[in-house]
């Protein structure tokens, strides 16, 4: 008979590959009239998850963070919603854990979406099964509206004021703050912790036990990365490297200053010369450098996972002991088709599939509709000025609101997202629109009538951009006729 643990083994081994097969193997996909997302297989392009949801998250952890007539929840890989939509914004499930935001403040949910800790911070990030990294404040976004995310990279980019440890929670050091980076991407007891010096940028880090709530080796490094294979490489104050293993301990010291991250039992080091010119080497898990010289070039090909150095025009590859064989050639590369957003040549009234923006007449004067490919009427056209669905809404202004609001497949005016006093079709990086109104509203307005209205070749001139005067500079139009 099967022992209870050997069919919890495999039951688990199964539904961990399940897992992974959701995170690497399918991608999302959006169109349709309504923009709409759903998953798709990477390779086959057969659907998985129906094109249902205004957006979707990647997998983690076997769910996926959606959003559904303006809130998010989570759905599973058979699609089955499985925490009800409730959130304004959803961030991926780390250690059981995912960050989620409600209204100006995000909290803590478990798979059973109830909440671990309740809203009350600007980030709240997993960061290990009982240990949570916050920031005090309420939610902000650097993203454009519509594109919000709770990205994990908030860890090392700003500074926290404490943690949660067991869901309880500790302020680090009172009255200091500390900027705090991953030591072990799986989680565990450790985590980097920076302390400022001199200035902002004069930062000394040190591992920090999250059990112990105290220092675990005092702050010395100034550059610092992740435990990769049990080993960590970070760099001293006189740019020395130090490798340290999963509990901080020193494993050998190098006088590399440009180490990289341990994978398949080596890590590069990058030297520049005299001349300017960059050298690489291959540095072992214990210290040594692979044949004892530097190299023109160090590769680690994803066809092969093995290293390789460049010596006198040949490649060869380095073996798990250091020795060196010569490469066999590469096969040729395939580029992978890539599936994402339906992407079709559109002009200002045009939306996809098909779908039409067209100016009709109100009691006011010219207003505007949307309908679809056959002729079927989506909005009707009663409104000030009207944009292309996108991730499920159409915005619509209307002088007597005052305000640009969401328009859903229904063709009617949505609570969620909140109206907003500007909005445009289209972005430039590094760019404003022009303004055409000291109200930002009636300037907005105005500007989109005049790209709807814009036709190459026509008598109305294209809209314009203006340069932010940091990175972008001058003006140019929204519409080109190259």
């Not at 709409?36 to 949801?53: A, N, W």
């Not at 076997?62 to 989570?74: D, I, P």
Request: proline share 5%.
């Amino acid at each position: 008979m099967r022992s209870l643990s050997a069919t919890l083994v495999a039951i688990n081994v199964v539904c961990a590959s399940q897992v992974l097969a959701q995170e690497e193997d399918w991608t999302i996909r959006c169109g349709g009239d309504f923009d709409l997302c759903g998953f798709y297989d990477r390779e086959t392009g057969d659907q998985k998850v129906p094109r249902i949801y205004e957006r979707i998250m990647p997998f983690s952890e076997g769910l996926s963070a959606v959003r559904f007539e303006g809130k998010f929840g989570f759905i599973d890989a058979q699609g089955e919603m499985v925490i009800e939509p409730q959130f304004d914004l959803a961030g991926r499930f780390r250690f059981g854990l995912a960050e989620v935001l409600v209204g100006e403040f995000v909290g803590i949910v478990n798979r059973a979406g109830e909440f671990m800790m309740e809203p009350a911070y600007a980030r709240a990030v997993p960061i290990g099964p009982r240990a949570i990294l916050v920031e005090a404040g309420s939610w902000s976004s650097s993203y454009y509206a519509g594109h919000e995310r709770l990205d994990y990279d908030f860890i090392g980019m700003r500074r926290a004021d404490g943690l949660w440890i067991n869901f309880r929670y500790w302020s680090v050091v009172p009255g200091s703050r500390l900027r705090f980076k991953i030591f072990d991407p799986k989680g565990g007891e450790l985590i980097w912790a920076g302390i400022q010096l001199r200035h902002a940028s004069d930062i000394r880090y040190g591992l920090f036990s999250m059990q112990r709530g105290d220092w675990w080796t005092l702050p010395q490094y100034t550059r610092i990365g992740q435990l990769s294979e049990g080993l960590v490489v970070a760099r001293t104050d006189d740019g020395n490297t130090h490798v340290l293993d999963e509990k901080g301990v020193l494993q050998f010291e190098s006088a590399f200053s440009n180490v990289g991250v341990f994978e398949n039992g080596f890590a590069r080091v990058i030297v520049r010369s005299e001349d300017g010119n960059l050298q690489y080497g291959v540095l072992s898990a214990t210290g040594d450098l692979v044949g004892g010289q530097l190299y023109d070039e160090v590769r680690i090909p994803s066809e092969r996972n093995t290293w390789q150095i460049l010596v006198e025009g040949k490649w060869f590859e380095v073996n798990a002991d250091g020795s060196l064989t010569e490469a066999l050639p590469l096969p040729e590369r395939v580029r992978p088709q890539v599936i994402g957003r339906e992407r079709e040549e559109l002009g200002p009234l045009d939306c996809n599939n098909g779908v039409t923006i067209f100016e009709g007449m109100d009691a006011s004067g010219q207003s505007y509709g949307m309908m679809s490919a056959d002729g079927t009427i989506l909005i009707d056209p009663e409104y000030d000025a009207l944009t292309c669905f996108r991730s499920g809404v159409a915005w619509a202004a209307d002088f007597g609101d005052g305000a640009w609001c969401p328009v859903g497949p229904d063709g009617l005016q949505r609570e969620i997202p909140a109206c907003r006093t500007s909005h445009y079709p289209i972005t430039w990086s590094h760019h404003g629109a022009e303004i055409l109104d000291p109200d930002p509203f009636t300037s907005s307005v105005k500007w989109v009538r005049a790209y709807l209205a814009f036709e190459c070749g026509g008598a109305n001139e294209a809209p314009m951009f203006v340069g932010d005067g940091v990175q972008g500079h001058g003006i140019m139009p929204a519409v080109r006729c190259d």
